[in-house]
């Protein structure tokens, strides 16, 4: 028998592998969310239950109490939710898919789903499509949906899908407010820019628990290959004219050693370190080897 893998066993390798990024970035987008969004009077839950027991909806619900967003809320909501009038919104994250009549079926079924249970009317809920990838010209046309007023965020005229929008983070502008959720873009140097983005806010303003999840973003970002923490380092922290010195090693300070180190080539561990210390320790090592 022949050692190596079949296609059917490449291809399932390859889902097994594309379901754990999805299950971890999900978990992070719905933590980011509601350490964002909690602090400032609205209710945020993911996983939601449909009934008293499974299956659960892998979406994001996001529920307001007052009759509009407040100013507050409005600086951590993005294009699209922002503009809504909707009390209660669905988010539902696409980041290793692509955009398909599959996920637009998909997401009519949770919209359907959370009214039943609800009893509410279509006007009081709204769904969103957040995808980390450009959606094809060609599948939106297929689908239906059109660039809004707003860009990165699109639209059917179809009556049945009036409560459906779509936002294509990779094509959402870079006002502030867009800021934290475009981490989740799939484009490399747009995420880069927007770290660095984030970086220049006062950082120590956020609540704990949001600089806790960003942090845990990076370790994403390095642990799956997409973004390196040697990266992050040269192009971010060590960038003439980026963030201050202090700044960048109070972040730094952020991660584990183990985190900071990962991903770095052996002259990048060493770089920085006085000579004689370095000298020292080799001599050390070669007398424990002797």
Not at 101 to 130: D, H, M, W
Request: proline share 3%.
């Amino acid at each position: 028998m022949s050692q190596r893998q079949t296609d059917d066993e490449k291809f399932e390798d390859n889902s097994l592998e594309n379901n754990t990024v999805s299950q971890t970035s999900h978990v992070l987008f719905g933590c980011m969310m509601k350490e964002s969004l909690t602090p400032l009077n609205l209710e945020v839950e993911s996983d939601y239950e449909i009934g008293k027991g499974p299956p659960k909806l892998d979406v994001l619900i996001i529920r307001r109490a007052g009759a509009r967003w407040s100013k507050a809320q409005l600086e951590f909501l993005p294009d699209g939710i922002r503009q809504s009038n909707c009390k209660h919104v669905i988010l539902e994250l696409k980041y290793t898919e692509s955009i398909n009549k599959t996920a637009i079926f998909q997401t009519i079924g949770y919209l359907g789903s959370y009214l039943r249970l609800k009893q509410f009317n279509p006007e009081k809920v709204c769904a969103f499509i957040v995808s980390s990838k450009t959606p094809q010209k060609r599948m939106l046309k297929q689908i239906g949906f059109e660039q809004t007023d707003i860009k990165g965020v699109y639209r059917s005229k179809d009556c049945l899908l009036s409560n459906i929008q779509l936002i294509s983070l990779n094509d959402l502008s870079d006002a502030p407010y867009n800021l934290w959720i475009k981490l989740f873009s799939s484009k490399i140097n747009q995420r880069l820019s927007v770290l660095k983005r984030i970086l220049a806010f006062d950082l120590k303003k956020f609540n704990s628990g949001l600089v806790s999840i960003l942090v845990k973003i990076l370790n994403f970002w390095n642990m799956i290959g997409e973004v390196s923490m040697q990266r992050i380092q040269k192009d971010i922290l060590y960038e003439s004219g980026g963030i201050s010195d202090e700044l960048a090693a109070w972040f730094l300070s952020l991660f584990k050693p183990e985190d900071r180190l990962r991903g770095l080539r052996p002259e990048d561990r060493l770089n920085g370190l006085d000579i004689k210390i370095i000298e020292d320790y080799l001599k050390k090592q070669r007398k424990m080897k002797r």
